[in-house]
Each structure stands twice: as C-alpha cells, then as structure tokens.
C-alpha cells in the first residue's frame, strides 16, 4: 500500500486538491502556512511526554507538550496570515525508504493549506454554524490504518491522496501506479483531510479521539447533523498537505491531524456572518467584512514566526536516517498498526512551561525534561551538520546584517566553472543550507528535468540571480542572499541526476556558484517584542 513512502503515522495524514478551479466567491476562506516546528510533540495523543513520530506543525508559537487555550493565547505570533488565530494544527512527516535509509521528505509550497467552509447550499452564509468553545480539541484520520479499509470514505470525503504527475493518481489509501508527481501545471504529491464538524457537547478523548464529533449530511444548519450530535454544528475545516517528492522520481513504484483551537473569542464568530472570499481573495480578510483592519499579517512576518524545538535529535534534516525517530518500526499493513512494546517514554511537563528533551543520535526514545522557562517568542532553527540541531533564539526580524564573504572555497566541485551568457560562474564552494527557512530561497527554482549544475547556474543567470546552487543531486536554487549558512567543505558529494559528471550539492548541502567565486553569508538576527493587534470590527 506504501511502497518506498512512510507517513510515520500512515493514514492518518492530510493532503490536497484537485487542479486549480474557476474563482468563485462563497463563504469560505482560507490561508497557507510553512511549518512553525518539526518536531516530536503531540499534546493531544501524548499530552506532556513525546510522541512517537515527528509533526510538522503551523499556528501559534505557544505550541507545547502540554497545552490548553490559554497556552494558544500567549503565543506572540503565529506562522498563519490571519493574527487572531492562535490555534495549533499539526500533521505527521513522511519518509521516503532506500537501501535501509529514510530520508526526510521536503514540503512543498503552498505546504500546509487550511481551508474554513461555514456556508450553505445556495451560497449563503449558514447562520447556525457556532464558533468554536474554549479548550476545544479535535482530530482527524486514524493513526493505525495501513490500508484503505473503507473507514475513510471515498476520495474526497475525508481522506484524498494525489499525485498530481502527468497522469493525476487520486485514492483514499496511498496511491500506487506512479513513477513522478511532476505535471505539466501543478505537480507535487498531496493529501486533504476533512474535520467533522457536528459536535454532541462532550470533551476530546485521546482514547476514543473522534468519539465526540461526527461528520454531517448534505443538509444545512443543525438539520446536517446526526442525533446525538447536536450541541454545536462549527464551521467545517480541511487541511491541505504538500510534498516535494521530485527527487525521487523514478525510484518508487507504486493518517491523524490533531487540531487545538486557538481562536480569540467572537472573531469566527463575527467573521462567518459575512466573509465570503472562496478563492477569489475578495473581499481581502483584513477588511470589516472578515476580519477587520489590523487582523492580517503579510507573507513575510507570517515565514519569520518559528519555534525554537524542544527535542533535541535528528530528524533528518541534515540527511537520511538509519531509523525512524521515536519508537517507530515500519509496519507495512494491511492490517491495523501495533503499538511496540518497551518503548519508554518522557515525563510530564507543565501547560505553560518549555519542554526539553535530551536524546543521543542513536536512540529511539528521548526524555522530556521539564524547564522553568515560560513559552517564549518565536525562534528560527539553524541545523548543524552532526547529529543534534543548535537553535537561536530569534523573534520579529530586524534587517540582516552582513557576516563573512567566503571566497576561494570551491576545490572540489565539479565543474569548478560554468560558462555563461553575463560570463564565467566559479564554484564558490559548498555551503549548510539551513533549511528553515532555506539559505538560497525557499523553493528550488528549477525542477522537474534532469537537474544538472552547468544547467541551474545557466537558469539563474536567465532570471539574474546573484547565485546559484545546487543540492542533494537534483535541486536547484537561485536567489540573491545566502541566509545563516556556513561553509563546509566536502559535504558536498552528490551526483546530478541529470550528468554524473558533475556534483549537485549533497544532504542539506549547496554547490554555490557565483561570478566572482565568492558569497557572502548574512546572519538574520531578532529581538524579542510583544504587539497587540485588533481584532474584526
């Protein structure tokens, strides 16, 4: 059902839509985010201790191992565009499986898309729709399905994977029969999961996580939803998933997403009554209508917000892992997932305190140690290369300030030069890209062929880009800064996919290439702060 591909919590994953529709106004609206963290928390299932998979998460930073709706509300900013949402919503990572190795796949833009949807059939707003309670909590999929065995629906009705390759593959289990996800318009590989949205007035129990909601009919208002499920219809939420699987191409043949409301009292709630965006973007959610002046915050403060992890481990950021983090074996299916026996676990941690967990590049489960230091601002994650990730503690940016120019550093790439239409580029030597966000953009620029480095250094210089890299053997990026890098030489030692003969970059590493064979690498530095900001009119 899998084939090379792991989603570390299988069919309880979120993905995408179709190809792109007509625009078209409703009352519905929706917002993308990259991720705010990866890491191994998850505080509905695993409340104060760690989970057994990583997840990326989006939303407020306040996000912790043990959290309620107070935590969500001392968050000081959130990676989403809408600033009164605070909520948290978190989705398993996936693997991708060769020769023994798992190899962290990369997200893809728009990587996580939420979608709220609170009108009736006739495009009209449904007026008994309800916002969500305080403390509210929900999950969506079933962490132990290894197949499609039906409890998911058709594709489309909660959980709808896509390959979106020249011949779009669309299923409710994992998809087979593909060898790319490169189409000729939109390419990549998704899942979209729905939320129920009919609520019978119970708390959330992570033994019996869906038992309190239940999807409605086709009908409107509280008439859609089933007996016994009538306290509360809410707005329903579906959450789009992206992945870059590109550089797999070729080498394969051919899911749980927890959500903790984080919402200021009354915003939904006003904002339904009115905001009818769909995907025309009109009217913009920061007006009257939505959600008032003040309420949404632009692409790049939204990318600045991260959270500093709380796990310190490999994740595979910095290349394949010989393991699955956490306690985690590959159970292949069809049937139901087990849970390991003497997996250990972490010790408790407190709503409002940081927790921080200690693990050895080798172990399957790490401890969570409970700090006295209250949730803080957003922080910005620099990986280094050997097994533990060093993080900085950053906020809202401030301008980058220039650290060192490296020059003279690329012996050992090859080629050492490209020829060009501006002139000859010189290998400047091979650099960190630190991922998160990217040192060199944060989407490759050039993909879907056979990525070569003579071939991405003759693309940016088409587009005037001051660099020029390449990594793990089939990416190419362009851009025009080199952001919290470093230079380290012989990390770079991947084949281009597209000529052998030339090395692309490696795991987590950049072949840069410049005009003058030199970079130089900006330090993005932050300050603390704390701002308030309206809410809808």
């Not at 994740?315 to 393991?323: E, S």
């Not at 010189?426 to 056979?450: E, H, T, V, Y």
């Not at 990594?471 to 991947?494: D, I, L, M, R, Y």
Request: net charge neutral; hydrophobic share 30%.
């Amino acid at each position: 059902m899998r084939s090379n591909f792991f989603n570390t919590q299988a069919l309880a994953f979120l993905a995408a839509v179709a190809a792109p529709v007509a625009a078209q106004r409703d009352y519905y609206f929706t917002f993308g985010s990259s991720a705010l963290v990866m890491e191994r928390l998850d505080p509905l299932i695993n409340p104060g201790a760690l989970s057994g998979h990583v997840h990326s998460v989006i939303g407020g930073n306040a996000f912790a191992a043990s959290m309620d709706f107070g935590t969500t509300q001392s968050s000081t900013c959130t990676s989403i565009d809408i600033i009164p949402d605070k909520s948290n919503y978190w989705m398993p990572s996936v693997y991708f499986r060769k020769n023994g190795k798992f190899t962290l796949v990369p997200e893809l833009s728009p990587k996580h898309k939420v979608y709220y949807k609170y009108g009736s059939g006739g495009y009209r707003p449904d007026l008994e729709r309800s916002e969500f309670p305080k403390n509210f909590r929900m999950m969506a999929g079933n962490a132990n399905l290894r197949s499609d065995d039906g409890s998911m629906g058709s594709p489309g009705t909660q959980l709808n994977w896509q390959c979106h390759g020249p011949n779009r593959i669309e299923a409710t289990g994992f998809p087979k029969g593909f060898t790319s996800c490169n189409g000729n318009y939109v390419s990549g590989l998704a899942a979209t999961m729905r939320f129920p949205s009919c609520w019978n007035g119970q708390d959330f129990d992570k033994e019996n996580p869906m038992a309190h909601m239940s999807f409605p009919t086709n009908r409107d208002g509280m008439a859609g939803c089933p007996e016994g499920f009538k306290k509360a219809r809410f707005p329903e939420i579906m959450i789009e998933y992206w992945l870059d699987v590109s550089q797999f191409d070729g080498q394969y043949s051919p899911d749980e997403i927890p959500w903790l409301n984080g919402w200021e009292e009354g915003v939904l709630a006003r904002a339904m009554k009115t905001c009818n965006p769909g995907n025309t973007g009109s009217p913009s959610l920061d007006t009257p209508q939505c959600f008032g002046a003040g309420s949404k915050q632009d692409g790049n403060a939204k990318d600045a917000c991260k959270k500093k992890s709380t796990i310190n481990e490999e994740i595979g950021l910095n290349g394949p892992l010989a393991q699955l983090p956490g306690c985690n074996p590959v159970q292949a299916g069809p049937g139901l997932a087990t849970k390991p026996a003497n997996c250990g676990g972490g010790t408790a941690a407190g709503p409002t305190s940081v927790s921080k967990a200690v693990a050895s590049s080798t172990a399957t489960t790490a401890k969570l140690v409970q700090t006295t230091t209250a949730a803080a601002g957003p922080v910005n994650t620099q990986t280094a290369s050997s097994a533990s990730s060093v993080a900085q503690t950053t906020s809202a940016p401030s301008p980058p300030t220039p650290s060192n120019t490296n020059t003279g550093s690329g012996s050992g790439l090859s080629p050492p030069s490209v020829n060009s239409t501006s002139g000859v580029w010189k290998a400047a030597g091979c650099f960190l890209d630190a991922l998160n966000p990217r040192s060199l953009g944060n989407q490759p620029q050039w993909w879907g062929q056979k990525i070569s480095t003579s071939g991405c250094v003759e693309h940016c210089d088409s587009i005037h880009a001051k660099y020029a890299g390449t990594e793990n053997g089939g990416q190419c990026f362009c851009g025009n800064e080199v952001v919290n890098s470093a230079s380290h030489p012989g990390k770079c030692n991947s084949k281009c996919i597209g000529d052998e003969s030339e090395i692309c970059g490696g795991a987590a590493h950049l072949s840069i290439y410049s005009l003058d064979g030199a970079v130089s690498i900006k330090k993005r530095t932050h300050h603390r702060h704390s701002r308030h900001f309206p809410a809808a009119i």
